[in-house]
Structures are given as structure tokens and as C-alpha cells.
């Protein structure tokens, strides 16, 4: 398995408003919308790899902070079977979600951190943020 880059960073947020202005003020460009407004997609554009950063709006009692870091592959169903047979377990096998366009598979690490491999398969189907 080769991992390429770290994709993106899936944060739960307090207001989404004011996240979508603190990470524009790093260059992050919203990219669209999920979730009534409730989940905002930003990436840096500026001529290479992407990063993108996830922003979900916390649910009352949810703590704020990292959900999970995602590292991009070459491809996900062959980094998925290598890690497995490292002795890696999955919590999401391979998936495509039509809402992030990504094909995805979810694990942790040692200490319980939640990590995914990632990799862009098709368009996104979100709305556009304001």
C-alpha cells in the first residue's frame, strides 16, 4: 500500500459560520455543502494537491475536535486488503459515498484514533455554500 498524502481532516465544530471564516483566512475555499449547511467541504486550491478539511457542525453533547484523518492511496480496495492482511481491522469496508465522491475505508490506530484511506472517484454531490 502507498499512501500518497494526507487528503483531509474531518473536524466537529461549535458554528459552522465562524469555522468556514477562520478557514478561508487560511485559504481554504468552500467547496460545497452537506447536511442543510450542517457540513461544509473546503480544500486549498492553489495548484497542487488539494487539503481538504471536513467542518460538521457538532450535535449537542458531541465533543468538538478531530473525527478522523484521512490518507489518500493509489487505491482504496487494494490498501484495504494489504492492511488486512497486516492484521488491520476495518470499521467501513471499501465504500463509494456519492455525497463526498470519494471511495473510502475506515480503521484506527493503535490508540483508537480513526484513520481512512481515501481517493477521489467521481464528482461530489453537495450543494454550493452560500
Known sequence: MRILRLEHVDLFVADIGRS??????LGF??????DKGDAVYM????GGPSLGVELHKAKPGQAVGI???????EDVDAAF?????????????????????????NFRDPDG??????RKVTRAEYEDWK
Open 81 to 105: 486488503h494489504e492492511a488486512k492482511y497486516l492484521g488491520i481491522s476495518f470499521e467501513i469496508d471499501p465504500r463509494t459515498g456519492t455525497r463526498s465522491g470519494r471511495r473510502i475505508a
Open 20 to 25: 468556514v471564516d477562520f478557514y478561508r483566512k
Open 43 to 46: 480544500g486549498t486550491h492553489h
Open 113 to 118: 484514533v480513526l484513520l481512512q484511506f481515501s
Open 29 to 34: 475555499v468552500p467547496e460545497g455543502t452537506n
Open 67 to 73: 473525527d478522523h484523518l484521512s490518507f489518500e492511496v
